[in-house]
């Protein structure tokens, strides 16, 4: 069965940094483009950035280019998300899912627990 672990989360001060991980199986990893989403409360989930399955092409939401940095480690079927300058708008439940490609975010798979990310001074 698929399962998808997101972990590192933390309270952290704006200005700060994180690195988030996500711990992926139950599937074949290399097949699939990998995403972050967030979701703050009452709010829509959000597509955070995208990795194409080779590790070479990324895609980033415009609030966070130039800030994160998303990678994957085929090896160990990881992804992670390196959270620079991080801002109090930041704040919310961080996922990860595979997608449907790299230029389409459908999730596809159920979605696992998140990380929580808070950004507060």
């Known amino acids: 069965q698929v399962q998808l672990v997101a972990s590192g989360g933390d309270l952290v001060q704006p200005g700060g940094s994180l690195r988030l991980s996500c711990a992926a199986s139950?599937?074949?990893?290399?097949?699939?483009?990998m995403s972050w989403f967030r979701q703050a409360p009452k709010k829509e989930r959000e597509l955070v950035a995208t990795?194409?399955?080779?590790?070479?092409?990324?895609r980033y939401a415009d609030s966070v280019k130039g800030r994160f940095i998303i990678s994957r480690n085929n090896v160990e079927n990881t992804i992670s998300l390196q959270m620079n300058n991080l801002k109090p708008e930041d704040t919310a439940m961080y996922y990860c899912?595979?997608?449907?490609?790299?230029?389409?975010?459908?999730?596809?798979?159920?979605w696992g627990q998140g990380t929580q990310v808070t950004v507060s001074s």
């Open positions: 899912n595979a997608v449907r490609s790299y230029f389409d975010y459908r999730n596809q798979f159920s």
């Open positions: 139950g599937f074949t990893f290399t097949n699939y483009a």
């Open positions: 990795i194409g399955g080779n590790g070479v092409s990324t």
